[in-house]
Structures are given as C-alpha cells and as structure tokens.
C-alpha cells in the first residue's frame, strides 16, 4: 500500500507512534522503530509491504 500525506508527524511522540503502528502491520520494514519514527517526518509518500 502506498500512503501520500500532506502533514507529516513532528519527530517526537506522534512519529514513534506512526512507526509502531506501522512495523505491526507490516513485518519487512528492517529498521528499529527510533529510525523509522526519523524517517516518517520527513517524507511524505509512506509505502508498506508484508512480504514473506
């Protein structure tokens, strides 16, 4: 799935939530949830993938 957004979560609280909800429903992101979060408030276009 692929996900465009126009207001992207401040790093803090709101973009570790993001992350966690993200890597629970998608199991091949690869990254700790810490850089996940720093990646999420900088882009805007967010893709998830479940592969096996």
């Known amino acids: 799935m692929q996900f465009v957004t126009t207001r992207r979560p ?9 992350a966690y909800q993200q890597l629970s429903l998608s199991s091949s992101i690869g990254l ?3 850089d ?7 882009v805007d276009t967010w893709f ?3 592969r096996p």
Do not use: K, V
């Open 10 to 18: 401040q790093f803090g609280p709101d973009a570790l939530d993001l």
């Open 32 to 34: 700790p949830e810490i």
């Open 48 to 50: 998830l993938h479940d």
């Open 36 to 42: 996940l979060a720093r990646i999420l408030s900088h």
